[in-house]
């Protein structure tokens, strides 16, 4: 077992971090430390808050409430709830072409998407997103279905 260590400049803050393997041959580790040297530019705390930054800007422009709870409980429910919000309108634009192609009243289609968004509106606990990151999604078209 061979173990390499990339150490990396972030492009962002300027600091050096260490990306750390394991690799079955030493030309293996030493080929993965040489690839993530030229590629690993952004080191843990700015690809964090990176991430963090495009959450909030997609909630935002989605609509969606601000989160209570404790700022670290928020930051982590923001990156939750974004991966959870994608993973729905993927499936809202799923819906949107199979209503389309089965000829399914679009102004109907569009009155449910609005009751699923509001649905989405009234979850405001970063606890919520955080307990339920698993089967968010499905109870949250649960709490949908239960409210027609």
């Known amino acids: 077992m061979a173990r390499g260590i990339a150490t990396c400049t972030c492009a962002t803050?300027?600091?050096?971090?260490?990306?750390i393997v394991f690799r079955s041959k030493r030309s293996e580790a030493d080929s993965w430390v040489a690839w993530a040297e030229r590629n690993y530019d952004q080191c843990p705390d700015c690809w964090k808050a990176a991430q963090e930054a495009v959450a909030k800007a997609e909630a935002e422009k989605a609509g969606l409430p601000e989160l209570t709870g404790s700022p670290k409980q928020i930051a982590w429910a923001e990156r939750i709830r974004h991966r959870i919000w994608t993973d729905y309108t993927e499936y809202e634009d799923r819906c949107r072409q199979f209503a389309e192609?089965?000829?399914?009243?679009?102004?109907?289609?569009?009155?449910?998407?609005?009751?699923c968004r509001e649905v989405f509106s009234r979850i405001?606990?970063?606890?919520d997103y955080i307990v339920h990151q698993d089967d968010m999604l499905s109870k949250f078209l649960d709490t949908y279905m239960e409210s027609k």
Not at 101 to 115: H, P
């Open 124 to 127: 405001t606990s970063a606890k």
């Open 13 to 19: 803050c300027g600091k050096q971090f260490e990306k």
């Open 101 to 115: 192609q089965t000829g399914y009243d679009m102004e109907v289609f569009a009155a449910e998407v609005a009751k």
